[in-house]
């Protein structure tokens, strides 16, 4: 079985992690997308939030699965079991960063591969921060995020 997991902070999850997303689980026979836990960080949202959010948003992809972990991605995805590492692009832009991530990942563990995943041209300008930005800004969200994050997004950030 090709089981590949998809990390990422989702803080929230946007129709682009979603369009990627799908992408994967047509590919692979399992996909894990993977909340990260940074503690370095405070999220816009819990990462309980963020997990409960994509798992409303995932119904009908019944190889897909959420969990979250904390630490290096490489170390979670040999924990599951998972041989590939699925990084979603939008622009060019994004490449080298993910380019450097991918390469990062290979000399800790080159058992496990990087795939890259292009988004559908209506997602490449969406991201999670310009989505929080919109919102906290009185902005309608709903073209960019699933319809259960933006319902709870909508009551909870008035």
Same mark, same amino acid.
């Given at each position: 079985?090709?089981?590949?997991?998809?990390?990422?902070?989702?803080?929230?999850?946007?129709?682009?992690?979603?369009?990627?997303?799908?992408?994967?689980?047509?590919?692979?026979?399992?996909?894990?997308?993977?909340?990260?836990?940074?503690?370095?960080?405070? %999220?816009?949202?819990?990462?309980?939030? !963020?997990?409960?959010?994509? @798992?409303?948003? #995932?119904? &009908? +992809?019944?190889? *897909?699965?959420?969990?979250?972990?904390? %630490?290096?991605?490489?170390?979670?995805? !040999?924990?599951?079991?998972? @041989?590939?590492? #699925?990084? &979603? +692009?939008?622009? *060019?832009?994004?490449?080298?960063?993910?380019?450097?991530?991918?390469?990062?990942?290979?000399?800790?563990?080159? @058992?496990?591969?990087?795939?890259? +995943?292009?988004?559908?041209?209506?997602?490449?300008?969406?991201?999670?921060?310009?989505?929080?930005?919109?919102?906290?800004?009185?902005?309608?969200?709903?073209?960019?995020?699933?319809?259960?994050?933006?319902?709870?997004?909508?009551?909870?950030?008035?």
């Amino acid at each position: 079985m090709k089981m590949a997991i998809y990390p990422g902070s989702f803080d929230p999850i946007t129709k682009g992690h979603l369009d990627v997303l799908k992408t994967g689980a047509e590919i692979f026979d399992r996909v894990i997308i993977a909340v990260a836990k940074n503690s370095e960080k405070n %999220g816009f949202l819990t990462v309980d939030e !963020r997990i409960e959010l994509i @798992k409303e948003s #995932i119904s &009908g +992809l019944d190889n *897909v699965e959420v969990g979250s972990f904390a %630490g290096l991605t490489i170390n979670y995805a !040999r924990e599951k079991g998972a @041989k590939v590492v #699925i990084r &979603g +692009l939008r622009a *060019v832009s994004d490449f080298e960063y993910e380019m450097q991530l991918s390469q990062t990942n290979s000399a800790l563990s080159s @058992k496990i591969k990087t795939v890259f +995943l292009i988004t559908k041209p209506e997602y490449n300008f969406i991201s999670s921060s310009t989505v929080k930005e919109i919102l906290l800004n009185g902005g309608d969200i709903s073209k960019f995020v699933p319809e259960p994050v933006y319902k709870y997004l909508s009551q909870h950030y008035k």
